[in-house]
Nanobody, 126 residues
Framework: QVQLVESGGGLVQVGGSLRLSCAASGRNFRTYGVGWFRQPPGKDREFVAGINYSGDLTAYGEFVKGRFTIARDSATNTIYLQMTNLKPDDTAVYYC???????????????????WGQGTQVTVSS
């Protein structure tokens, strides 16, 4: 069983930056891809960024437009999401999850992911 814990959210002004962390525990975590998703108030959960098990392939939601970077630290089993130039539309609860199929690609649909963390709130004020 993989367990994930997100942290790093908070209140930030427009144009600011945050780094989210997803700390993982459990067997075989290093063989799984990881995705970051977000759920704005009253909306569906959407894909933000993902990284494959080896860390050499990443994917991003269209709205990211070069503002976010996902990375994984295999030594500490931590996945990071560096977010810059934040906008009010980025306000959401951010979740990480694993893709339990051991793949070299990054899948972007929420249905492929499991072992969701509890989420961390990001609020961008104008």
């Amino acid at each position: 069983q993989v367990q994930l814990v997100e942290s790093g959210g908070g209140l930030v002004q427009v144009g600011g930056s945050l780094r989210l962390s997803c700390a993982a525990s459990g067997r075989n975590f290093r063989t799984y891809g990881v995705g970051w998703f977000r759920q704005p108030p009253g909306k569906d959960r959407e894909f933000v960024a993902g990284i494959n098990y080896s860390g050499d392939l990443t994917a991003y939601g269209e709205f990211v437009k070069g503002r976010f970077t996902i990375a994984r630290d295999s030594a500490t089993n931590t996945i990071y999401l560096q977010m810059t130039n934040l906008k009010p539309d980025d306000t959401a609860v951010y979740y990480c999850a694993v893709d339990l199929a051991i793949l070299t690609v990054v899948r972007t649909h929420v249905r492929y992911y499991d072992a969701w963390g509890q989420g961390t709130q990001v609020t961008v004020s104008s």
